[in-house]
């Protein structure tokens, strides 16, 4: 019998360190519980039941091998292994079957993020957490700390320089520069691609809906049948079949043709294919008496 397990999989950056945390909850009894990590663990794997006792695990790979003898609730917690790149970021590679809640607190900036895989978002006072989809990918990141510049003035007395700093006097100025958070500033980016995203998909279903685009020209020499076709066509939204056509016309059916081959002629309506039937698109929409 198939092994259910509910996985939940947390994941958190903060500025004085970094931690997985998996719940796992299996309502059937089993002997073993195999679980994928979804980021290699950099040190010790604490498995705690529901009771919060701890159970001895077995890591082969990336598996975590828990003997349960039975069922319920479990919390698996360590911290991941992170990589320090040439660059100076650091990075976290994640390779999960599961989806990741990615809690990323506002001193923490973000270097690198799969944004394709972000199926949620939620902005929090302290952060913001991200829903990622299950895949291969790394997350970059580099703590943002707060930073201070002090400037001091010197005072030249008798040949001798004495550097003094105070805070309360005007010979000395301190300046604190303090960072936006990333939570507030991935919160407005997201939010801007989702606008932009819903902008353009609604254009291109007004523009896919619309009909075809027909630019008027004036043209001089249609006959009057030649006319009559081309405003048939526009009343029925500048394309319709050919017997469609000839049905609104009440044309015979060699009569419409021959305007038909005409107008084709002249650039002025084009003639599609479609299996045994002749579709007839206006292309250009000449200015009629």
């Known amino acids: 019998m198939l092994l259910i397990a509910l996985t939940t999989v947390f994941m958190y950056l903060l500025s004085n ?37 701890t159970i001895p695990a077995i890591l082969i790979g990336n598996h975590l091998v828990i003997p349960v003898f039975g069922n319920g609730s479990f919390i698996i917690k360590y ?34 993020l799969p944004i394709g895989l972000i199926t949620n978002f939620t902005k929090m006072n302290n952060g913001i957490l991200l829903q990622l989809a299950p895949g291969n990918y790394s997350i970059g990141f580099i703590p943002e ?4 510049t002090t400037t001091t003035t010197s005072a030249n007395r008798s040949s001798t320089i004495t550097t003094t700093t105070n805070t309360t006097t005007p010979s000395t ?15 407005y980016i997201i939010t801007a691609v989702i606008i932009v995203t819903a902008v353009l998909l609604t254009y291109l279903f ?15 020499g249609l006959n009057p049948t030649d006319k009559d076709v081309v405003k048939a066509l526009i009343d029925m939204g500048g394309e319709a079949y050919q017997a469609d056509l000839q049905r609104k016309l009440n044309m015979p059916k060699a009569t419409l043709w021959r305007a038909i081959r005409r ?21 250009k929409k000449p200015k009629l008496d």
């Open 145 to 148: 700390l707060p930073t201070t």
């Open 79 to 112: 911290v991941p292994y992170i990589a320090s790149l040439p660059s100076g970021y650091l990075a976290i590679n994640v390779s999960s079957p599961y989806t990741i809640n990615l809690f990323v607190s506002n001193n923490i900036l973000l270097t690198q």
């Open 17 to 53: 360190g970094s931690l997985i945390s998996i719940n796992v909850t299996t309502m059937q009894s089993t002997a073993l519980l195999n679980v994928t990590l979804p980021v290699r663990p950099m040190g010790p794997i604490i498995v705690q039941n529901s009771s919060g006792s």
């Open 173 to 187: 100025t301190k300046t604190t520069t303090s960072s936006l958070g990333i939570g507030s500033v991935l919160y």
């Open 206 to 220: 007004v523009i896919r809906h619309r009909g075809p685009e027909i630019n008027p020209v004036i043209v001089e």
């Open 263 to 283: 107008l084709e002629s002249a650039g002025y309506i084009q003639i599609i294919k479609e299996g045994r039937v002749n579709k007839i698109r206006l292309i």
